[in-house]
């Protein structure tokens, strides 16, 4: 009679899932992504409205910027005609205030 021999197993021996668990067997961390990256597109789309509306802003600025300056030369235009003095693009004769050769410089 012979006594077969068992293989004495221990803790080392046991078979874990440990590392093994992919996202989809555990549905609440599908769902927790899902909720972040829904966050994420409200935030982004947030960001974005606003960027958005500050662009149509500058644009809009940029506008009456155009309006105004155009406003001034045709002031000037007229200025200009009334002194018998070219318009746009011509030669304006130098004044002799030594205050009209600096350049323009703005302070704050």
Known sequence: MTLSKRS???VQNIRTHAGK???FSEPYRVYMKITALEMEKARRGKE???AMRRVRE???RFQEIEAEKNNLLQGLGNVGAARNLPSEGGHIPKRSD???ARSFTIKY
């Open 8 to 10: 004495i197993r221990g």
């Open 21 to 23: 668990v992919d996202i």
């Open 48 to 50: 974005r409205e606003s």
């Open 58 to 60: 500058i644009d809009a």
């Open 98 to 100: 030594p205050h009209s």
